[in-house]
T-cell receptor
Framework: SQQGEEDPQALSIQEGENATMNCSYK?????LQWYRQNSGRGLVHLIL?????REKHSGRLRVTLDTSKKSSSLLITASRAADTASYFC???????????FGQGTILTVHP | DAGVTQSPTHLIKTRGQQVTLRCSPK?????VSWYQQALGQGPQFIFQ???????QRGNFPDRFSGHQFPNYSSELNVNALLLGDSALYLC?????????????FGPGTRLTVL
């Protein structure tokens, strides 16, 4: 079963607006990662936040992690049409390298 | 610096056949993981190879097997194909620390089982 669960399943916004996606997971993690996927292609790594971190920034991306609530959020600021894609959170467990993905959020940014 | 490469890009097979998918990791990476992604779903972990051994396995039947070669490249084999095996198969490689870390994904192999 999927450990990471994203919310919402789909998000439609206008260019320039901010997009927020949420993710929940079930068990202990080493880290929480976010990936982007365009049109069923390979996944592109966006950002990784470790279990002892609470917030991390990378360009227009901001990720938060709340281990007490087992949840994370990804904020994309000043969105662009090129940000249109599916976004997945992936929980990195405490053993080896298995990533457990959620079902993803489909983001559509209208120009 | 080449990223993760996978071959073939697309593949069409019929039920009962066998298939082999190939993956070359990013330069400097020694750990390879395989994922299956059904349409509209998130990727599901199949297994991970490290030092030519299967180190961790997800909830997939024995029809799914793999191999890692001394040059760290890897193969995924699926026997007795079922219609439900139709999916995008993703390979990911990671740094040689053998711990949970950023994984770099290839473009995937789209398998269609008829």
């Amino acid at each position: 079963s999927q450990q990471g669960e994203e919310d919402p399943q789909a998000l439609s916004i206008q260019e320039g607006e901010n997009a927020t996606m949420n993710c929940s997971y079930k068990t202990s993690i080493n880290n929480l990662q976010w990936y982007r996927q365009n049109s069923g292609r390979g996944l592109v790594h966006l950002i990784l936040i470790r279990s002892n971190e609470r917030e991390k920034h990378s360009g227009r991306l901001r990720v938060t992690l709340d281990t007490s609530k087992k949840s994370s959020s990804l904020l994309i600021t000043a969105s662009r049409a090129a940000d249109t894609a599916s976004y997945f959170c992936a929980a990195g467990g405490t053993s080896y390298g298995k990533l457990t993905f959620g079902q993803g959020t489909i983001l559509t940014v209208h120009p | 610096d080449a990223g993760v490469t996978q071959s073939p890009t697309h593949l069409i097979k019929t039920r009962g056949q066998q298939v082999t998918l190939r993956c070359s990791p990013k330069s400097g990476h020694d750990t390879v993981s395989w994922y299956q992604q059904a349409l509209g779903q998130g990727p599901q972990f199949i297994f991970q190879y490290y030092e030519e051994e299967e180190r961790q396995r997800g909830n997939f039947p024995d029809r799914f097997s793999g191999h890692q070669f001394p040059n760290y490249s890897s193969e995924l084999n699926v026997n007795a194909l079922l219609l439900g095996d139709s999916a995008l198969y993703l390979c990911a490689s990671s740094l040689p620390r053998g711990t949970t870390d950023t994984q770099y994904f290839g473009p995937g192999t789209r398998l269609t089982v008829l």
